[in-house]
């Protein structure tokens, strides 16, 4: 018996964050690694129109990869096509969503920032985190317009722009009455990459909540529930990964992914 492939989904390179978790978490699991990189950013997407490419790209990666589970490692995905993907395909999916509940639950300030895509800021999903667990909490909510590119960019060997990252998270830096914001949600899967260069422009120090250990320890969960045991079977650990674009449209990513351990990328070509 092969170890279980799981399928990590994202837009483009900020769903690593998740997968390094995942690699941590299971050693020995298969990893596919895909990136809807012909569709990035999907921040910047009309929600009916992004669900539909959800669901499309989904179909051919599952077909294709044929996983035991697959993991969402989107905020701005899983926030508006999770339902929809599970009704959809008879498999289980564990999802990204802003870490809200543990944040409310962590901060002492009562002011909690949540930084994540303009896409994720809008949705539904995310006022219903709100209400539903920090109503006792200023949940001080920003879209961050460029901050995926940024991170990207960063990933294809381009300095980071300081000056352009501060001004990106600045307004969840938040002070009223003598208090304020204690803790920063990254409700984008892309803003782990840019830990340290945050650090260089927060304008005071907070904790950042990055989800991705939490959801590495869902997967092995659900696949230890649904008896995919074989995870942890000591067989050399397997990478690959797939693309929705051509080569062209990927060259410049490519050694970041093999610098992370995806080497052998396929393209599958899927155009908007
Ligand atoms: N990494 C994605 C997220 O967690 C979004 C990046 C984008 O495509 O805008 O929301």
């Not at 499309?56 to 077909?63: D, H, Q, R």
């Not at 920003?142 to 990207?152: D, F, L, P, Q």
């Not at 304008?203 to 230890?224: E, F």
Request: glycine share 6%; charged share 20%.
């Amino acid at each position: 018996m092969s170890a279980a492939r799981i399928l990590l989904f994202d837009s483009g390179m900020g769903g690593l964050t998740v997968a390094r978790s995942v690699r941590h978490e299971l050693p020995f699991a298969h990893l596919v690694y895909a990136a809807d990189n012909a569709a990035f950013p999907y921040g910047a997407w009309e929600e009916q129109a992004l669900v539909k490419r959800i669901l499309f790209v989904m179909g051919e990666l599952i077909e294709r990869v044929e996983p035991a589970l697959v993991v969402v490692a989107c905020n701005t995905a899983s926030t508006i096509a999770l339902a929809q993907l599970r009704e959809t395909f008879s498999l289980p999916f564990v999802g990204t969503v802003p870490a809200i509940k543990p944040a409310a639950a962590q901060t002492k300030s009562g002011i909690v920032g949540v930084l994540a895509t303009p896409g994720t800021v809008r949705r539904e999903y995310t006022q219903a985190l709100i209400h539903d667990f920090a109503s006792h909490c200023h949940v001080v909510l920003h879209g961050a317009g460029r901050m995926a590119e940024i991170a990207e960019r960063k990933l294809k060997g381009v300095p980071v722009n300081l000056g352009e990252l501060k001004a990106e998270i600045a307004p969840v830096f938040h002070e009223e009455e003598g208090r304020r914001t204690d803790i920063v949600v990254l409700g984008c899967t892309h803003y782990p990459l840019l830990a340290d260069e945050m650090a260089k422009v927060e304008p005071w120090v907070v904790r950042y909540i990055d989800p991705a250990p939490a959801i590495a320890r869902r997967v092995a969960d659900v696949l230890r529930d649904a008896e995919v045991q074989d995870a942890s079977k000591p067989v050399p650990p397997h990478n690959s990964v797939l693309l929705t674009s051509s080569r062209a449209g990927a060259e410049d990513a490519l050694p970041a992914y093999a610098k992370l351990g995806f080497h052998l990328p396929e393209f599958l070509d899927l155009r908007v």
